[in-house]
């Protein structure tokens, strides 16, 4: 349970911190649409600059720092290999983060509005993760979320990396370890395994590629009758 209860609140930390930068996409909104207007440049250009120079030095770069720092204090299991495996899942939650944020900033006008897009795209993304509540005791109707949730991926991949390393226990082994967690009502998961684990990597990168290219779309939209 300790264990489980890190891993989740990484998940949070790393999901939730994108919130900061929303500011950083909104600052240069209107000088954005002016100098598209005035034929500078176009969306293309604007968006590339975006992600290369905000959202991964903003984004992905300190938080491998963060990681690197963190994850050997946390009293996880002190493996390089398993460290790797662990900071893959992190890294693409904070790439996806940061692009769920920009779609919204592209899309809503509102700089607000798009906030709060923001974090109740977060407490439904976390409220299918199974630590709390249980995944079983949730409606059918909330409960399909955790097919898009990508914090729902990251998680899981993150338990798949810690508990397919840790050795053999006096109560039991690896195995029978590994098959309890994935049959429990409250995670629920279905594939407890590596191929599982590199599954779930395609298509955390699948619907964040999905996002990016919505975002373009977004800021192709804004700049058209310009």
Do not use: H
Request: overall charge neutral; proline content about 4%; charged content about 10%.
């Amino acid at each position: 349970q300790n264990r489980i209860g890190i891993l989740f609140l990484f998940c949070i930390c790393v999901w939730q911190t994108a919130v900061i930068s929303a500011d950083i996409f909104f600052k240069q909104n209107a000088l954005f649409l002016r100098e598209v207007q005035a034929g500078y440049y176009t969306a293309g250009p604007y968006f590339v600059s975006k992600f290369i120079c905000e959202l991964i030095p903003n984004r992905v770069i300190p938080l491998i720092f963060y990681a690197t720092i963190t994850y050997w204090m946390s009293g996880l299991w002190k493996s390089f290999d398993t460290w790797l495996l662990w900071l893959l899942p992190i890294v693409n939650i904070g790439f996806a983060s940061g692009s769920v944020l920009m779609l919204y900033c592209s899309l809503i006008p509102d700089f607000r509005a798009a906030v709060q897009s923001y974090i109740l795209t977060t407490v439904f993304s976390f409220i299918v993760l199974g630590v709390a509540p249980n995944l079983a005791g949730l409606t059918p109707a909330l409960r399909w979320i955790q097919w898009v949730s990508i914090p729902r991926y990251v998680f899981v991949n993150n338990l798949i990396a810690e508990f397919t390393s840790l050795p053999d226990s006096e109560n039991m082994t690896t195995v029978e370890r590994n098959e309890l967690i994935s049959s429990s009502d409250f995670l629920s998961i279905d594939d407890f395994s590596m191929n599982g684990y590199w599954r779930n990597i395609g298509i955390v990168w699948a619907m964040t590629l999905v996002i990016i290219v919505s975002t373009y779309v977004g800021l192709r939209l804004k700049t058209q009758y310009l």
